[in-house]
């Protein structure tokens, strides 16, 4: 059954980062499954909109550009003005469910007073406060309030991993109006994965965020160069400010045209983040490339160790180095450790199994019934 779908996100789109990737690849999946889809986002963003589905936009402030996530003064401004749009464009389009992404588009949708309303958890707040924070409790107090009190009022909410449905559960959601369902990536819009001889390239892909925990990456590199001194580090990065990385080279990646040609390259993928309740796409990007990735055990996403990549203990440098120094110079493992990673996002994160599992979830909010 085709459905008119309004997909709403308080942010700039199109970006090269997390939340809006998952944005895109949502709303591409759906409409290649034949609904009808309205992206509801913020005046500005990076680059073209994909021309596949609507995208409608609030109203621009003037000079302000900022596409990097966290807390802005500008923000409160721009979500009344989101609130506007969506109700609008709801009512004009005949919507019939509203899929909101991330807590600000949660409460743009609560404000908005539309129903029914589908939550797509990227977080939770207790977790990822914090970081933009400095660590300080109050941050971490307010977004355990946030989690308890703005998730239940969704008909359902979606989590991309269990530990974050669970969450969610104890702090008051219905487990029948939970669902579990990891995010999608294409492996066709990567290239077939090349390997060389040489040692390989370290590569971080993505936002520089506090929370993305950059600095276990550059103790590492520390380790790694103590024994390999012409070890590069390679950053990946939509950030403006990329200049600041301790990085032998930053690579602009403006768009996702830029990033498939960074990941074209013969590279191991290192992601250092610890935060455990969201889901890193740039893991799952990697992956679709057929790169090997190494990632800390708290936000490993997808991976089995050995298997499809490689998982060490959260903020171990040593431990984060061995294994680059390990990948650095065997080929076979790359290889290896990039097919059969190649061959996880085909099996069990391609679009069109997240698209089936939605239209579960819409059915059962659109019907009243809550059994997805």
């Given at each position: 059954m085709?459905r008119r779908?309004?997909?709403?996100a308080?942010?700039?789109?199109?970006?090269?980062q997390g939340?809006?990737?998952l944005?895109?690849?949502?709303?591409?999946?759906?409409?290649?499954?034949?609904h009808d889809?309205h992206?509801?986002v913020y005046?500005?963003?990076?680059?073209?909109a994909?021309?596949?589905?609507i995208?409608?936009?609030?109203p621009?402030?003037?000079?302000y550009?900022?596409t990097s996530a966290?807390?802005?003064?500008?923000k409160?401004?721009?979500?009344a003005?989101l609130?506007?749009?969506?109700?609008?464009m709801?009512?004009?389009?005949?919507?019939e469910?509203?899929?909101?992404?991330?807590?600000?588009g949660?409460?743009?949708a609560?404000?908005a007073?539309?129903r029914?309303?589908?939550?797509?958890?990227h977080?939770?707040?207790?977790?990822e406060?914090?970081?933009?924070?400095?660590?300080?409790?109050?941050?971490?107090r307010?977004g355990?309030?946030?989690?308890?009190t703005f998730p239940?009022?969704?008909?359902?909410?979606?989590a991309?991993?269990?530990?974050l449905?669970?969450y969610?559960?104890?702090?008051?959601?219905?487990?029948?109006?939970v669902?579990?369902?990891?995010?999608?990536?294409?492996?066709?819009v990567?290239?077939e994965?090349?390997?060389?001889?040489?040692?390989?390239?370290?590569?971080y892909?993505?936002?520089?965020?506090?929370?993305?925990n950059?600095?276990?990456i550059?103790?590492a590199?520390d380790?790694?160069?103590?024994?390999?001194?012409?070890?590069?580090?390679?950053?990946?990065?939509?950030a403006?400010d990329g200049?600041?990385?301790?990085?032998?080279?930053?690579?602009p990646t403006?768009?996702?045209?830029?990033?498939?040609?960074?990941?074209a390259?013969?590279?191991?993928?290192?992601?250092?983040?610890v935060?455990?309740?969201g889901?890193?796409?740039?893991?799952?990007?990697?992956?679709?490339?057929g790169?090997?990735v190494i990632?800390?055990?708290?936000?490993a996403?997808p991976?089995?160790?050995?298997?499809?990549?490689?998982?060490?203990?959260?903020?171990e440098?040593r431990?984060?180095?061995?294994?680059?120094l390990?990948l650095?110079?065997?080929?076979g493992l790359?290889?290896?450790?990039?097919t059969?990673a190649r061959?996880?996002?085909?099996?069990q994160?391609?679009?069109?199994?997240?698209?089936?599992?939605?239209?579960?979830?819409?059915?059962?909010?659109?019907?009243?019934?809550?059994?997805a």
């Amino acid at each position: 059954m085709t459905r008119r779908i309004a997909m709403v996100a308080a942010c700039p789109y199109p970006v090269p980062q997390g939340s809006q990737v998952l944005l895109q690849d949502t709303a591409r999946a759906l409409h290649e499954a034949g609904h009808d889809v309205h992206v509801v986002v913020y005046g500005h963003g990076i680059g073209e909109a994909d021309a596949e589905f609507i995208v409608h936009r609030c109203p621009r402030l003037p000079g302000y550009r900022k596409t990097s996530a966290g807390p802005s003064l500008m923000k409160p401004l721009l979500d009344a003005f989101l609130v506007k749009t969506l109700r609008r464009m709801v009512r004009e389009h005949n919507i019939e469910v509203v899929h909101a992404h991330n807590y600000e588009g949660l409460m743009v949708a609560l404000a908005a007073r539309v129903r029914p309303l589908v939550y797509h958890a990227h977080n939770a707040m207790a977790d990822e406060l914090p970081w933009y924070f400095s660590g300080q409790p109050w941050a971490r107090r307010f977004g355990a309030w946030l989690d308890r009190t703005f998730p239940k009022r969704a008909d359902h909410v979606l989590a991309p991993h269990r530990r974050l449905a669970d969450y969610l559960v104890s702090l008051g959601c219905e487990t029948a109006r939970v669902s579990v369902i990891p995010p999608p990536a294409d492996v066709a819009v990567f290239e077939e994965p090349r390997y060389a001889d040489a040692p390989a390239e370290v590569l971080y892909t993505g936002n520089l965020d506090a929370y993305q925990n950059l600095e276990l990456i550059r103790a590492a590199m520390d380790a790694v160069r103590a024994s390999e001194p012409e070890a590069r580090l390679l950053v990946a990065t939509a950030a403006t400010d990329g200049r600041r990385v301790r990085a032998d080279h930053v690579v602009p990646t403006p768009d996702m045209a830029a990033l498939r040609d960074v990941l074209a390259r013969d590279v191991l993928v290192v992601c250092p983040r610890v935060s455990w309740s969201g889901y890193p796409i740039k893991i799952l990007n990697a992956m679709a490339a057929g790169r090997p990735v190494i990632a800390c055990r708290s936000a490993a996403g997808p991976i089995t160790d050995g298997i499809d990549g490689l998982i060490v203990p959260d903020n171990e440098p040593r431990a984060l180095a061995d294994a680059i120094l390990r990948l650095r110079h065997d080929r076979g493992l790359r290889e290896y450790l990039g097919t059969t990673a190649r061959e996880t996002i085909r099996t069990q994160h391609r679009p069109a199994l997240l698209a089936r599992r939605l239209e579960h979830v819409y059915a059962a909010v659109c019907e009243g019934k809550q059994e997805a």
